[in-house]
């Protein structure tokens, strides 16, 4: 059975949803044909009237299948039809109503019960419109029923019966258009929430500013890269810290939006000058760590180079069209099993070196860890 299940309402889970919805409302008709069956053994139905509504309620069920089935109804805006679903079981409701004779005022329950099934899909117009059908619907049946068949259909009767569809069906309505306003207002708040938990985890791993990785996440991810390096020991690495030379000099002449533009534009060139598997970090004020994935310092080297080249004709500040970067780098591989702040300082006072030496160049510091000399503030530099 659970081969031909996924074959019978198929593999989608929104399709096989739809179709279960479409198969248990059709228990409604069943109900409606259960009564037919009594209403021609007990003489109160014609025997002809009871196989043609029956037969119009098995087809009605079978087209609604076969176009669940077939995915036709994907092409419609509202995939799951349950207006147009709606509306042909009202219609085949009201027929049953008029053709039961003295039996007929037991199909009145079928109707709400019909637009019960549709009261957590239906938007507010289409639960009005349906309503309205219904309303209508009924009334002209009656209307005719009373003229031509007044001894199982009698006007006090049908007065009664009408006065309960009036009552009844606009109150459902009403109910459904109000969960429809629920169900848009819990849609909202989930988008809503769904939104700020992106942006909660966009600042928790990203620097505003440059839309790069930020410090925080940026341990990490080196942290994963140590970790791999362990389990397989060649997966090796290097680290590179890149400072913008004369970035004070910059936000002093042209000011902190002109600063803001370099630092985002900066990113964006050493980004594209990288490899995919290389990551890019914002450090701290102009500071920017590269994790150089796979790589042996030579080659880590010549991919800094990449950057300087690209950043050579780069344009960084659209305000300032004239203005050039450059930037110091200091250069090393991560050593086995090494604290991750050895490795940093290391690739730190190698920047330093860079800077003391003239700027605008890459030091390579393969040296062995040591204690790291005081840390130079920007200014200093």
């Known amino acids: 059975m659970s081969g031909l299940l996924p074959l019978f309402l198929s593999t989608d889970p929104k399709q096989r949803l739809r179709i279960q919805r479409s198969l248990l409302a059709a228990s409604v008709f069943i109900a409606c044909i259960a009564l037919q069956v009594y209403a021609c053994w007990a003489g109160l139905m014609a025997r002809s009237e009871a196989e043609t509504l029956s037969g119009l309620i098995v087809a009605n069920v079978v087209f609604w299948y076969a176009l669940l089935r077939s995915g036709l109804n994907l092409r419609c805006r509202d995939p799951a039809l349950t207006l147009p679903q709606i509306i042909a079981a009202l219609t085949i409701i009201v027929g049953a109503y008029a053709t039961t004779g003295a039996a007929h005022g037991a199909v009145m329950m079928l109707l709400t019960l019909v637009l019960v099934f549709g009261i957590f899909n239906l938007k507010p117009r289409a639960a009005r419109f349906a309503s309205t059908y219904t309303v209508v619907a009924m009334g002209v049946a009656i209307l005719y029923k009373i003229q031509t068949d007044p001894a199982n259909y009698p006007l006090r009767l049908e007065v009664v019966h009408f006065a309960l569809v009036i009552a009844i069906v606009p109150t459902v309505s009403s109910l459904a258009a109000q969960l429809s306003s629920l169900r848009a207002r819990l849609q909202t708040q989930k988008n809503e929430l769904a939104h700020a938990l992106t942006r909660i985890q966009i600042l928790a791993t990203r620097d505003e500013l440059t839309g790069l990785v930020n410090r925080r996440h940026m341990i990490e991810v080196i942290n994963q890269h140590q970790k791999r390096l362990q389990r397989s020991g060649h997966h090796r690495f290097c680290l590179a810290l890149l400072d913008i030379d004369h970035f004070k000099r910059i936000n002093d002449t042209h000011g902190h939006n002109v600063g803001d533009e370099v630092l985002r534009h900066f990113a964006q060139v050493a980004q594209q000058a990288l490899r995919e598997t290389d990551v890019l970090a914002r450090w701290g004020g102009e500071e920017f760590l590269v994790l150089l994935n796979d790589t042996m310092p030579e080659q880590a080297e010549?991919?800094?180079?990449?950057?300087?080249?690209?950043?050579?004709?780069?344009?960084?500040?659209?305000?300032?069209?004239?203005?050039?970067?450059?930037?110091?780098?200091?250069?090393?591989?991560?050593?086995?099993d090494?604290?991750?702040?050895?490795?940093?300082?290391?690739?730190?006072?190698?920047?330093?070196?860079?800077?003391?030496?003239?700027?605008?160049?890459?030091?390579l510091h393969a040296a062995t860890p040591r204690l790291a000399a005081p840390r130079q503030t920007a200014t200093e530099r």
Do not use: W
């Open 338 to 363: 090494e604290p991750l702040d050895h490795c940093v300082e290391r690739a730190d006072r190698a920047l330093y070196q860079a800077k003391a030496a003239g700027r605008n160049r890459t030091v």
């Open 302 to 336: 010549a991919g800094i180079e990449r950057i300087r080249e690209a950043m050579a004709d780069a344009q960084v500040a659209p305000s300032v069209p004239e203005l050039r970067l450059t930037f110091s780098a200091g250069l090393t591989a991560y050593a086995d």
